[in-house]
């Protein structure tokens, strides 16, 4: 027993020794290794067929008024992701008849007004109504944290501009847009 005690004193010390020895003869430099990764939003793939609402006839076939039950499937933006905070936004253009020109009759109009609605990304969904002012608070929401996941984007509330009791003319193709941006806060 004494013996071992012995031992392991001896190579304990000579352990200590080695250390301060190595201790006095290395130097030490300490390098940093930088870099960046700059903010990055980046809108997912569209998961439901092209990116085009398709609402069909828009009158009804009786009295010639916009129909009230116009509805369109959500699209889907799937796997959309920003490695910072982040804001999305949402506009609208009402939907205009592309091949009817001039000025229609009392009683008839060009313009189906609608609201765009972006929801998923943030705690409250991005709105946009054509019917309102360019500038609308509820078109942009912030996100404070990085995030990856899926936008959805609605269209509903169709109305003629003018009211109810006005009629869309005749036109082969009615046209308006959505536009959706995702973007690091500023």
């Given at each position: 027993?004494?013996?071992?005690?012995?031992?392991?004193?001896?190579?304990?010390?000579?352990?200590?020794?080695?250390?301060?020895?190595?201790?006095?003869?290395?130097?030490?430099?300490?390098?940093?290794?930088?870099?960046?990764?700059?903010p990055?939003?980046?809108?997912?793939?569209l998961?439901?067929?092209?990116?085009?609402?398709?609402?069909?006839?828009?009158?009804?076939?009786i009295?010639?008024?916009?129909?009230?039950?116009?509805?369109?499937?959500?699209k889907?933006?799937?796997?959309?992701?920003?490695?910072?905070?982040?804001?999305?936004?949402?506009?609208?253009?009402?939907?205009?008849?592309?091949?009817?020109?001039?000025?229609?009759?009392?009683?008839?109009?060009?313009?189906?007004?609608?609201?765009?609605?972006?929801?998923?990304?943030?705690?409250?969904?991005?709105s946009?109504?054509?019917?309102?002012?360019?500038?609308?608070?509820?078109?942009?929401?912030?996100?404070?944290?990085?995030?990856?996941?899926?936008?959805?984007?609605?269209?509903?509330?169709?109305?003629m501009?003018?009211?109810?009791?006005?009629?869309?003319?005749?036109?082969?193709?009615?046209?308006?847009?959505?536009?959706v941006?995702?973007?690091?806060?500023?």
């Open positions: 027993m004494k013996a071992l005690r012995f031992l392991l004193l001896a190579g304990t010390a000579v352990a200590s020794a080695a250390q301060a020895q190595d201790t006095r003869d290395v130097q030490q430099e300490i390098w940093f290794i930088n870099g960046d990764v700059p990055l939003c980046l809108l997912g793939e998961t439901n067929a092209n990116g085009e609402f398709a609402m069909g006839v828009l009158s009804d076939s009295t010639g008024l916009l129909r009230r039950d116009l509805a369109a499937p959500s889907r933006i799937a796997a959309s992701f920003c490695n910072s905070p982040s804001q999305l936004s949402i506009e609208a253009e009402e939907m205009l008849p592309v091949d009817a020109g001039g000025t229609p009759r009392e009683g008839f109009g060009r313009r189906v007004n609608f609201v765009a609605t972006a929801s998923g990304w943030t705690d409250q969904p991005a946009y109504d054509t019917s309102g002012p360019v500038i609308q608070p509820t078109a942009v929401r912030l996100q404070p944290q990085p995030r990856e996941g899926d936008i959805i984007i609605d269209v509903s509330d169709f109305e501009q003018g009211g109810s009791g006005i009629r869309p003319v005749a036109s082969r193709r009615y046209q308006g847009t959505v536009t941006t995702l973007a690091p806060t500023p």
